[in-house]
């Protein structure tokens, strides 16, 4: 039976894939590093230096270690000049409804977000007493989409990966819960989450119901 169901944070519960990306541009911008929007998509869901080197890939030098740590940091503190101004308002529509709808059904709830901005950006939703175990990139040593973040998230609630719902709006993501053997919901475009059991336009189409209604073989 369905258990739970663990969330991801950027791009499905809180509006900031699009604030990593521009702060990435504005990074690769001033290095004079090529960036498109297919670049930031293969960035999402991936932690701070795997997505940096996923944009030095189009690097005309290399850059040492030194110089990559100064970069991650540079990039961080552009987004946190972003999201020192967010509130409430920038959780996507339709969020909030679903963390509680899973909570109604007695389920319970937790987060899995590569980002070590994790803990700051719940405090700043006004959604941090939400959760009932929240995992972030500070507490697992591999990135999305090794499965360790979202099996780690199954530990902390105490149940078994395949009791476990997984929604991701990026690929590796969508990977990263398929590898840790539970069901995933995409959110976002049907292209880009093509391996997803389930593709939703966007949070505010999450229904509960959908899952613990019909058996799993309907919709996964
Ligand atoms: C993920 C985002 O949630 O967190 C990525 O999808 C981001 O875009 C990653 O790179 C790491 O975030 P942070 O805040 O630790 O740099
Ligand atoms: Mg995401």
């Known amino acids: ?18 604030v990593h990306h521009a702060a990435w541009k504005r990074l690769a911008d001033e290095i004079g590093v090529p960036f498109d929007d ?10 701070r230096r795997g997505s940096l080197d996923i944009l030095l890939q189009a690097a005309t030098r290399p850059y040492t270690e030194a110089e990559k740590h100064t970069l991650a940091t540079r990039k961080n503190d552009y987004y946190r000049e ?13 969020a909030r409804t679903a963390i509680e709808q899973v909570r ?25 007493d939400l959760f009932d175990a929240v995992v972030d990139a500070n507490r697992i040593s591999r990135s999305k989409p090794d499965p360790e973040i979202f099996l780690a998230a199954a530990n902390a609630l105490g149940v078994a990966p395949d009791e476990c719902i997984g929604v991701e709006d990026a ?34 189409a999450f229904d509960i119901g959908t899952f613990t209604t019909t058996r799993t073989a309907n919709w996964r």
């Open 1 to 18: 039976p369905l258990k739970a169901v663990i969330f991801d944070l950027d791009g499905v519960i809180a509006d900031t894939a699009v």
């Open 82 to 94: 972003q999201i020192e101004h967010l509130g409430p308002r920038n959780l996507l529509p339709g």
């Open 171 to 204: 690929a590796a993501g969508i990977a990263s819960i398929h590898a840790a053997g539970m069901a995933a919901v995409g959110i976002g475009q049907p292209l880009a989450l093509a391996k997803a059991d389930l593709v939703l336009p966007s949070i505010a």
């Open 104 to 128: 109604q059904a007695g389920l319970k709830v937790a987060l899995a977000s590569a980002s070590r901005n994790a803990g700051l950006l719940l405090e700043r939703l006004g959604i941090a």
């Open 38 to 47: 297919a670049t930031g998509e293969r960035m999402k869901g991936v932690d």
